[in-house]
């Protein structure tokens, strides 16, 4: 303990006898270290921390699929029960959903909240505890007047002040009085359901409890000890065909897709953080490589020094130690120094997340509240400590006092020369590989970004707003708060137009319908063969406003949205082809989500 102190003053003496190498080596450091760290919080948060539950890889989510059909969607939810009751595999089996609606709490404004339907069992499944009050399986004396409500605990913290007394108190949520019955873990974050703050009953009446094409509830299992994923999807596959000869109108030609929650969660952002944490990873070994090189031609003026320290019988060892301390000393400066770096470097991370991003990733709210930046910071110092003191400290053994007086005589360099050149090489390569990378990650961004999406994306601004469902239940009272919306906008100085829709472009139509339907002239197929596509609600001046042109046909007109009009439809390009032959102005399909629609004629 002695000789360490010994050799960390006299590093720090060394460090600051050379002031401006020793700043510029600490420097380049902090920079490799910082980013390093940064990326390290986006990867520790997406990929170790996204599902903080216990054995999350014993949990799978279950999806519905359809023959002849990509992709996967919801199980309805008398399906979610029957699984349940049938099945063998899983421990546990629970539902979610997203959802949102206008909070209104005592003497306070509505507002409109995001937040999710859950099953009874759903936290139990997970395997997550409230941090206070009661779980919905818990069971208790819940109000007959308000249903319960679990809150995040962001949530408690914002609309409690994270008081104890939170649990009993009524708010209203939409057309539902509810009564807070527990708060979860400050660390809970389900991604699925985004940055949801309320966790709800499912409803236990109405269409959306009864209906089996009505596919709205997501589905998570815990697999039982000994049960793999393939014997679990088998069984599931058979209680499916059992299910399709049940209900064929709902259910033929259904199938079942089982992959670990996980891969929901961070299977698509996995490649991404794993690609620019090695880019940061590079970067790191660049600025050792720097470090080194500064090191190395340091120290040819201590060539003599050291060449005397072991003229005078100085151990190797003990040179090699010295020098690898000053390396470690540096490098553990370099580490504080970095941690102001890895601050701004997050922050501007996080700033190039858009909010709609964000709200999927909740748990990059919190990247560093583990302790992880601190952790991963020294651990990392203390390796690029060891990485680039590696080549001033193996050369320092070679020097004799002999060979170094013979040396200053003949002014030759030697292997020293060829050691940095060669570190020098190694950095112009590394260089060059991230420089290229970065290059073909730009073009393919920028080819993205300037991809024209069929309409003028410059200038267009989204405004959303719920409307109290206890206050506007009539639709002609719903028509007429949003033809007076449109009105004020449209007077407002520099808007040029005005439309509403159920889902924006380019988005995933999140909240619209997706509708089964059957084309004039074609075979009708009966039950879950059906095709289906998204449908969009949109006002009559929806392309007009968006600037965007139909190939064929003509818009929405104000008559089309008279009562007794004759129903009109506008199909997408894709659609036409796969189900119209390549034309389909002015034939009709039918809506069959309810018997008795009429057709409707397809105008554009």
Known sequence: MHTLWQDLRYGSRMLRKTPLVSAVAVLTLALGIGATTAIFLFVNAGLIHALPIRDADRVLHI?????????EFEAAYPTFLDWQAQDKSFSAMAGYSESGDLLRMAGGAAEPVHSAVVSANFFSTLGVSVA??????????DS??????ILSYSSWQKRFAGKADAIGQAVTLGRNRYVVIGVLPRWFEFAPVGDAEM???PPTSGGMFTRRNLHWIQVIGRLKPGVTLEQAASEMTAISRHQAQ???SSDAGTGVHLVPLREIVVGEIRPVLLLVFAAAGFVLL???ANVANVLLAKSAARRQEIAVRFALGAQRQRILRQVLTESVLLALVAGAASLLITRLSTAALL???PPAVRQTMPFLNDLGGRGAALSFTLLVSLLAGVLFGLAPALRSPSYSLHAVLGEAGRGAVGGRARLRSALVVAEIAVAAALLMVSGLLLQSVWRVVNTDPGFNRHNLLLLTYVLPGDRYKDPAAINAIQEEFERKIAALPGVEGVAETSGMPLSDCNGCNTNRFAVEGKPQIVGAGQPEAAARDISPDYFRVLQAHLRRGRAFRPQDYVANAAPVVIVNRTLEQQFFDGDALGKHLTFTYKPGLPAREVVG
């Open 246 to 248: 049940l209900y064929p």
């Open 63 to 71: 999806a519905m699929t359809r023959e002849h059909e990509a992709g």
């Open 199 to 201: 966790y709800l009953p």
């Open 286 to 288: 660049i600025a050792c």
């Open 132 to 141: 206070l009050g009661r779980d919905f399986s818990a069971g208790g004396p």
């Open 351 to 353: 700033a190039t997340v």
């Open 144 to 149: 007959s007047e308000a249903l319960p409500m």
